[in-house]
């Protein structure tokens, strides 16, 4: 039997569209598990909060996420360089990825996979 978490999980929405924001915010009102949904826009946006740079650099205001759902299509960075560079840090590395996408497209969904691996 798994420990009881003594704290709610961080999970950090990726996701430019407020239609799909709230969705996602409705969703996890559902899950009975505490859990912190903290949210940004863009690309960019996500990879200063998960290196702490900019407005994200105090640390204490910022758990580290748990959980990463990530819409690939996001302005100024894109989800593929988010992964990227999650990826290529030893310390994000380990963290789980959800990939959000509403492509149809093989190629994408294929780069996607090798990327979360």
């Known amino acids: 039997m798994a420990p009881k978490r003594r704290t709610p999980a961080v999970i950090l929405l990726v996701e430019d569209s407020p239609a799909d924001q709230e969705l996602v915010r409705r969703a996890m009102e559902k899950v009975t598990i505490p859990k912190e949904l903290r949210i940004v826009e863009d690309g960019e946006e996500a990879l200063a909060y998960l290196f702490r740079r ?6 204490a205001s910022l758990p580290k996420p748990d959980l990463l759902l990530l819409d690939l299509n996001l302005p100024r960075v894109n ?3 988010v992964l990227e560079e999650i990826r290529a840090d030893s310390k994000l590395r380990p963290m789980p990825v959800l990939v959000l996408t509403t492509s149809a497209q093989e190629k994408e969904i294929l780069r996607s ?3 979360c691996l």
């Open 54 to 59: 900019g407005k994200y650099k105090p640390p």
């Open 79 to 81: 989800g593929y360089q």
């Open 113 to 115: 996979y090798e990327l």
